[in-house]
């Protein structure tokens, strides 16, 4: 790899991971608050937002594979919201039906795509890779990305819930290949985390790049792989 981060020519396929690399979650106990509030006349303190999101987001990472079609996700998405009305204080809790408790927690996920993202993917499609997002997610990442606008700007999405195994685990790398078709010496893997996205790409014989955003310049965290700090790096 180039110090730069630039793509080699050698390299036919980049995969992306998705939550961190392409899209941001955006402070989703912020709009927890205003949902509450705007739909159902609910106050509810920041604090007490971010601590209920805490337990739901940690109830999600551990069970995000169930999400495996639209009737699983649906189901994993109630039991997410179960998750957070229990941590609710109590006089804010009565005051939600289970399903409002879902549709507060949908209306709370809101993503975007970071502004680097759709350039880059612009410009690696305009030189011919292969691009395919691996990331631990449910079924519902193909709609994320069309919303925030970069579904078309991929040829394929390849989750953890749709493999069964989530990374670093090599099977979801090897899913990723079956779509690009090229082989693991000529793939590149560009991701924000050193275990998931680092070590689990160079186990299945990927190249690796790490993306560490809104680090200042320096050495990198990660002696096995070159660091960029934006998605911009790819095309320098």
């Given at each position: 790899m180039k110090p730069s981060g630039e793509v080699p020519r050698e390299i036919e396929a980049v995969l992306l991971d998705g939550l961190g690399t392409l899209v941001a979650l955006q402070a989703p106990a912020a709009a927890l608050v205003e949902a509450l509030r705007d739909?159902?006349?609910?106050?509810?303190?920041?604090?007490?937002?971010?601590?209920?999101?805490?337990?739901?987001?940690?109830?999600?990472?551990?069970?995000?594979?169930?999400?495996?079609?639209?009737?699983?996700?649906?189901?994993?998405?109630?039991?997410?919201?179960?998750?957070?009305?229990?941590?609710?204080?109590?006089?804010?809790?009565?005051?939600?039906?289970?399903?409002q408790a879902t549709e507060a927690l949908l209306c709370a996920l809101r993503f975007a795509a970071y502004p680097d993202a759709h350039g880059a993917l612009a410009g690696l499609r305009a030189r011919g890779l292969a691009l395919v997002v691996v990331s631990n997610w449910d079924a519902s990442l193909p709609a994320v990305l069309r919303d925030v606008g970069l579904e078309g700007m991929v040829d394929g999405v390849v989750t953890s819930a749709e493999v069964g195994h989530e990374k670093p685990a090599r099977e979801i790398f090897a899913a990723a290949l079956s779509l690009t078709g090229t082989p693991p010496r000529r793939t590149l893997h560009v991701g924000d985390s050193i275990e998931h996205d680092v070590e689990g790409a160079r186990a299945a014989g990927i190249r690796a790049l790490l993306l560490r955003r809104g680090e200042a310049d320096g050495e990198s965290p990660y002696r096995g792989a070159p660091t960029i700090r934006s998605l911009g790096e790819l095309l320098a």
């Open positions: 739909s159902h006349a609910v106050e509810l303190s920041l604090a007490d937002a971010e601590r209920a999101f805490g337990a739901e987001i940690a109830y999600y990472r551990a069970h995000h594979r169930e999400g495996r079609d639209r009737d699983s996700l649906r189901e994993l998405r109630h039991r997410c919201a179960r998750v957070l009305r229990a941590q609710l204080p109590p006089a804010v809790a009565s005051e939600l039906s289970p399903n």
